[in-house]
């Protein structure tokens, strides 16, 4: 390698990192494509980093070369001891938290620096990680953006649009707060192990004004509404205690409407509604 470090599955080896399932790991060993991600994070020169389950570090080393700092949370101790090393090779420029990302306040490490999340992510804590990220508070976030890879279907719903049968209460969450867009696919041949779904690098911008609402409004309308999504929304808000015609009037929305159907715009509107006390 030309940062003068061993080859990962050397690293691989040497620390018996095996990839576990329960931990959802699948490491990406194609320098080309880490490169890449970096790269579709930067620039990246004196820019804060936190990467979530680095495993081996091959993503690491890519953004240390794009000249980041970086914050690795790593739970697995067998890839600790690997990150050690790379740690050692980037003097004060690799920070290495053994934990659970779930678990760790990422705002706290970054210490007001401009800051951005880049992560290959566990596939078994990826959604509840981005939703964390989305619900921060204070908004704007501590971070300026989000380039994160997921399974392609979890990508495709994150940037879904009404009408789009993969649109849902993850992409009313995401569009109401971020501009996101999958950048590209990344095909299973490139981890190991390889995984059995092609994988997507998603970019999210956070909004700096996103539609004043309640969070948790927001939440309770889309939950009514796509828990019940074949059903006309004065049906599935049923489930809210309040009158829906009255609520679904007051955001100007058909009552024959269903919730694929609805922008966020209409979901902010009904999650107002809510708030201003149309329940009980």
């Given amino acids: 390698m030309t940062d003068g470090l061993p080859p990962l599955r050397d690293v691989i080896r040497r620390h018996e990192l095996s990839a576990r399932k329960s931990l959802g790991q699948n490491f990406l060993l194609d320098l080309n494509l880490t ?13 804060t980093v936190v990467e979530i ?6 993503l690491t080393r890519a953004l ?4 980041a700092r970086v ?44 800051a951005r999340i880049v992560a290959n992510l566990p596939y078994n804590i990826a959604t509840a990680l981005l939703v964390s990220w989305l619900t921060a508070e ?34 009313v969450l995401a569009g109401w707060r971020a501009e996101a867009k999958i950048l590209f696919d990344i095909a299973p041949s490139a981890f190991v192990p390889p995984p ?18 309640e969070r948790r409004a927001l939440e309770r309308v889309t ?3 796509f828990g019940q999504r074949r059903k006309m929304l004065r049906q599935s808000l049923k489930s809210l205690g309040l009158d829906p015609l009255r609520l679904l009037g007051a955001a100007g929305i058909a009552e024959t409407a269903r919730a694929e159907d609805i922008p ?12 201003a006390g149309f329940a009980p």
């Avoid at 003097?91 to 990422?106: E, N, S, Y």
């Avoid at 966020?264 to 708030?275: C, M, N, Y």
């Fill in 264 to 275: 966020v715009a209409g979901f902010v509107a009904l999650a107002r509604g809510l708030t």
């Fill in 223 to 225: 939950e009514a509404a």
């Fill in 138 to 171: 204070p908004w704007p976030p501590w971070y300026d953006r989000l380039v994160l890879m997921f399974q392609r279907e979890v990508a495709e719903r994150i940037v879904a649009g009404p009408g789009s049968k993969t649109y849902g209460r993850l992409s």
């Fill in 35 to 47: 490169g890449r991600i970096a790269r579709a994070a930067g620039p990246l020169k004196d820019v």
């Fill in 196 to 213: 059995s779904v092609t994988s997507s690098v998603v970019q999210l911008i956070p909004r700096a004004t996103p539609r004043a609402c």
């Fill in 64 to 67: 240390l070369a794009e000249g």
């Fill in 71 to 114: 914050i690795a949370i790593e739970r697995d101790e067998r890839a600790v001891a690997a990150l050690a090393e790379v740690a050692e090779h980037f003097p004060d420029r690799l920070t290495i938290i053994a934990g659970d990302a779930l678990a760790f306040d990422a705002a706290q490490g970054v210490q007001g620096a401009p």
């Fill in 53 to 58: 389950g680095p495993g081996p570090g091959g």
